[in-house]
Nanobody, 124 residues
């Protein structure tokens, strides 16, 4: 299974970006997909997760501003990021875990496959 993230860039505070992640090599779409982010000198942080059924969970820091979605027919997930803040600056990673959302879904170690990351920079 391979994941490839894209869509990062430089944006001013208050602006928007949409990240995409394509999944290849999986025979079925019964999986859980998530976005994490990692700022310089910080640990990788959970952002949002979506089950195949569409159930979503967000971290408190992005709730109400970010929206995770998926297109199972295209094996794609998205992260729509609105009202961006400088503290959202990070490398964003998509991740995949076979099966449904399980306990520990906010931990990076829970996920089996990762994309290469895409940099989001929010200027003040």
């Amino acid at each position: 299974v391979q994941l490839q993230a894209s869509g990062g860039g430089l944006v001013q505070a208050g602006g928007s970006l949409r990240l995409s992640c394509v999944v290849s090599g999986r025979r079925d779409s019964y999986n859980t997909m998530a976005w994490f982010r990692q700022a310089p000198e910080k640990e990788r942080e959970f952002v949002a997760v979506i089950a195949r059924t569409g159930t979503t969970i967000y971290s408190d820091s992005v709730k109400g501003r970010f929206t995770i979605s998926r297109d199972n027919a295209k094996d794609m997930i998205y992260l729509q990021m609105n009202s961006l803040k400088p503290e959202d600056t990070a490398v964003y990673y998509c991740a995949e875990d076979a099966g449904g959302i399980r306990p520990g879904y906010t931990r990076a170690s829970r996920y089996d496959h990762w994309g290469q990351g895409t940099l989001v920079t929010v200027s003040s």
